[in-house]
C-alpha cells in the first residue's frame, strides 16, 4: 500500500481532533438544549455536562476499534491479501476513519440528549452503512474510486432525506433506524453475492462474526428500552452502552472479513 504508514497516524488525528471538538460542543452547549433526545434508551439524564455517561463513554469502543484497524493496515498486517483495503490508501484510511467517528458522532447524542446531538448520531450511523453498501457493490460490479464514491454519497444523501420523513416503523420506531437498517441489509445481500457469485475468497467466519455481534447488538438494544423488566436507569450497567460495544466489535470483525479477501475469479 502506497502511504501504508500513514493511515494510523491520520487516523489517530482524526480521533484526537473529533473527540476533542466533541468535548469543547459539550463544554460551550453547540449542540444546543436539553431536548430528551435519546432518553428512550433507559440510563437515566444525570446532571452536569455528561447526561448519559454509560452510553456515552461505550462509545469509545468505536474509536478504539478504528484505531486497531489503521494501526494493523499501517503495520502491513494483511499486505499478504490482495484487496483494496489491504492495498489501497483511500479505502483502508476511509473506512478507519468512519469507524473512529461512530464513537463522537453517537457521543454527541448521549452526553447532551440535544437534537443537534441525535442528527450526529444518526450521520454517524448512515456514513458506516452508506460505506458498507458502496463497497460492497463497487467489488461485485468492479466499479471504480469514482463510482464508489458516487454510490456512498447517494446512499448518504439517502439516508438523510429518509430520516425526514414523518412516518413510524414497528420494531425500529424512527424512519432513520429503518433506513440504516436497509442499507445494511442490502450489504448483507451484495455480500452473499460477493461470495457465492462473485467467487472472492474471505475468511468467511469474520463475516458470520461481524453479523452475529450485530444481530445480538440489535436484539439487547430492543429488550433494554425504556419500561422493559431490564431496564434500571439509574444503573451503571446498559444495555444501550453494551449495544455500542458490540458494534464496535461487528465493526472490527468487518475489516477482518474485508481485510482476509485474497482472491477473485471472474465468472
Known sequence: MKNQKLVFPV???????????????????????????GDAFCEASHPGLIKQPANTWSNLGFIFA?????????????????????????????????????GPGSMAMHATEASMGGWFDMLSMYLICSFTFAYAAERFFSFSALWFLLIFVLSLGTCLYVQELPYHVPVVGFLGNFIFAVFITLTVVFELLNTFVRKLEHQKKYGFLSLGSLLLAFLIWNLWQDDSYLCDPQSLIQGHAIWHLLDALAAYFLFRFYASEHKEHSN
Open 11 to 37: 487516523t489517530l488525528a482524526v480521533a484526537v481532533i473529533s473527540f476533542v471538538l466533541f468535548f469543547i460542543s459539550v463544554i460551550n452547549g453547540w449542540f444546543g438544549p436539553w431536548a430528551g433526545t
Open 66 to 102: 478504528g484505531i486497531a484497524i489503521a494501526w494493523q493496515l499501517s503495520k502491513g498486517t494483511f499486505s499478504a491479501n490482495k484487496n483494496t483495503i489491504t492495498q489501497s490508501f483511500f479505502y483502508g484510511i476511509f473506512f478507519a476513519c468512519i469507524v473512529v467517528l461512530l
